[in-house]
């Protein structure tokens, strides 16, 4: 599949749009940013495998881990807009993917587990 910068953009926000307004505060100053693929290094230390590719990453300290400490890195949300076009047939199936994506990814954020997220249909 095929799209634009833009209309992927508003995919991402429509699915940002999702989110419960009374959790929207604890999203202020994670950044959700898109690129294209993940770099293969990454997907090595995630051990993600060679068959299987990452559409999203929530990078930073959970808010259930406390205040971030001195050096670390501030949360952020990547989007991976090559393979979500890749594996998605149409603007239906894209839409969806991203909306679980971007759930997914926040789901982190609030420090929500990889077992807990497949468990709630969210994985």
């Known amino acids: 599949m095929r799209m ?3 209309p992927f953009r508003r995919l991402v926000d429509e699915a940002l749009a999702l ?3 009374e959790f929207r505060p604890y999203l202020a100053g ?3 940013v898109i690129e ?3 770099p293969d290094a990454l997907l090595d230390d995630l051990g993600v495998p060679e068959d299987e590719t990452l559409y999203g990453l929530y990078s ?3 808010l259930t881990e406390g205040r971030a400490e001195s050096g670390e890195l501030p949360p952020r949300i990547t ?3 090559g393979p979500l076009l890749e594996d998605c047939r149409d603007e239906d199936e894209l839409r969806d993917e991203i ?3 971007v759930i997914h990814e926040i789901a982190h954020h609030f420090g929500i587990s990889e077992e807990r997220l497949e468990e709630l249909g969210w994985g």
């Open 4 to 6: 634009s910068d833009l």
């Open 36 to 38: 294209d693929w993940a």
């Open 79 to 81: 989007i991976y807009r």
């Open 99 to 101: 909306a679980t994506t």
């Open 19 to 21: 989110v419960p307004a």
């Open 30 to 32: 994670v950044p959700v």
């Open 60 to 62: 930073g300290r959970a």
